[in-house]
């Protein structure tokens, strides 16, 4: 526990920290000087290179999370493990390759009128898959050998310093158009040169073979894991990218680039839940290790409260601000307002929901966890079609809220069913209802010049929440933090 926790503290200090670097670039620097096609490029260049990584991966990194316990053995490099991993995905590589080529020209024709400057650059996605793919090799095996926290630093602060850096030579126009396109690839692919150079300094850079160790039921069961990860993970990021894809697909890449904007605003809404997530997962596999179903019914309970105290003040501060948001976002971001909506209120209702995901897929029964993706990514590429047609880029919102809502609810009836988990109390609708009459007063405000504004209306809603859960504790955490001030107060 005492590595988990300090790596989570750590990996949580860098999230935090990317997360002001990435408002800053996000809410100034492209709104300001990159125009929404170059954004949407961006974002577009991103979405389909996570889904192709993870593709040409053949779900060799959830082996490696799961069965790496059976290579571990320091002497004799871990028995060639990091060998067993690199073979299948560089062959997985070679074959996404093979497959771009052919589709290339349908892709370039497809996106020729609506998207240009995609079709223009589609070559990009080559470099980003490859690198991308590399980095989720290291990140896995770093993490099977007790170090969580470089991946984090790499993927949550350094890459977005480097963006940053990228745009702000842009800005300063010290790089043309193409200059600022090739130097974003760079930076997204920079990482995996860093993370590399960090397993090769913890002297893990090993791949000399153990020849007869793999046996064929460890093939077997190596090749049966993968499978279950690869339709697994790629599911969760077809769900979490292909809205981009498809808003590209049926609009263009400027509504691409105002939905990307309007996404980000959306899911900062989810951002404390990474930690939590974190740390329950560590007690949530010991409880089940345990068969301590009453610990993980706590665990779930106290998620599920804690999470939507947080995740609610974050969605109200963001909504009771979001006139001031679109004078920050200028003109040209005018049609994001309801997407930023939706999509945070599609992350409140997944934070309300808890760690049940997690619940289910370190459980005896995570083989269920795959219908359950399986069914989210149908909804989602269903609902996009349906209502993007209907109501545009806000459609696309629309659809990833109801969809989050319907596999949470999924999840939910299913721990109901088996497990007799029930994590919701009267606490949640106490909590819904200071928040939703809050945000009504806070519409009595006249409205003011927009800085002026957001601090009179952000100090409201701390205030105002500080009272409210001094004198409503909802939970035994906000009891516990009640206490600890007051100890502090009487010293």
């Known amino acids: 526990m005492g590595i988990v926790a300090k790596q989570t503290l750590k990996g949580s200090v860098w999230?935090?920290?990317?997360?002001?670097?990435?408002?800053?670039?996000?809410?100034?620097?492209y709104t300001t000087f990159l125009t929404p096609e170059i954004v949407g490029l961006?974002?577009?260049?991103?979405?389909?290179?996570?889904?192709?990584?993870?593709?040409?991966?053949?779900?060799?990194?959830?082996?490696?999370?799961?069965?790496?316990?059976?290579?571990?053995?320091?002497?004799?490099?871990?028995?060639g493990y990091l060998l067993a991993t690199v073979i299948p995905q560089l062959t997985g590589f070679l074959i996404f390759l093979l497959c771009f080529y052919l589709f290339k020209e349908k892709l370039v024709e497809s996106n020729f009128e609506k998207s240009k400057l995609f079709a223009n650059y589609i070559d990009l996605i080559i470099p980003v898959t490859f690198f991308f793919l590399l980095f989720n090799l290291f990140d896995s095996y770093l993490k099977v050998l007790y170090d969580a926290v470089t991946g984090t630093f790499l993927q949550e602060f350094f890459q977005r310093v480097m963006i940053f850096l990228i745009v702000l030579l842009y800005a300063l126009n010290v790089l043309s158009l193409n200059q600022l396109i090739i130097g974003f690839v760079v930076a997204v692919c920079l990482k995996t040169f860093v993370i590399i150079g960090v397993v090769w300094r913890k002297g893990e850079l090993k791949f000399r073979p153990k020849p007869g160790f793999i046996s064929k039921p460890l093939r077997k069961e190596m090749i049966d894991v993968a499978l279950f990860y690869i339709f697994g993970g790629l599911g969760s990021l077809i769900v979490f990218n292909i809205d981009k894809i498809i808003v590209n697909q049926m609009l263009d890449l400027g509504n691409t680039g105002v939905y990307t904007i309007a996404f980000y605003f959306g899911t900062l809404v989810s951002i404390p839940s990474r930690p939590l997530l974190k740390i329950s997962g560590t007690l949530i596999a010991d409880a089940w290790a345990k068969n301590d179903v009453e610990k993980i019914k706590e665990i779930y309970r106290k998620s599920c409260i804690n999470q939507f105290v947080i995740g609610g003040f974050l969605f109200l501060g963001i909504w009771a601000n979001i006139d001031n948001i679109m004078v920050i976002l200028g003109p040209e971001y005018a049609g994001s307002k309801w997407v930023i909506f939706f999509i945070g209120l599609g992350y409140l209702i997944d934070m309300l929901t808890g760690v049940n995901g997690m619940v289910i897929n370190l459980s005896k029964s995570y083989r269920v966890s795959l219908y359950f993706i399986l069914a989210l990514v149908f909804l989602v590429v269903a609902l996009l079609y349906f209502l993007i047609p209907l109501w545009g880029i806000v459609g696309a919102a629309v659809a990833i809220a109801v969809a989050l809502f319907l596999n949470n609810l999924m999840r939910y009836v299913f721990l109901l069913k088996k497990y007799g988990m029930q994590p919701f109390s009267i606490n949640i609708l106490l909590v819904a209802g200071f928040y939703i009459g809050l945000y009504f007063l806070l519409q009595l405000i006249p409205q003011q010049q927009f800085i002026i504004d957001m601090l009179i209306r952000g100090a409201l809603i701390c205030i105002a929440s500080v009272v409210f859960y001094w004198f409503m504790p909802v939970s035994e955490d906000v009891k516990a933090l009640k206490e600890v001030v007051k100890t502090e107060l009487l010293k």
């Open 15 to 29: 999230s935090y920290l990317g997360v002001a670097v990435a408002f800053i670039t996000t809410t100034y620097l």
């Open 42 to 79: 961006f974002a577009l260049i991103i979405a389909v290179s996570n889904i192709t990584s993870v593709l040409a991966s053949l779900g060799f990194n959830g082996v490696t999370l799961r069965m790496f316990p059976k290579f571990r053995d320091k002497a004799s490099g871990h028995k």
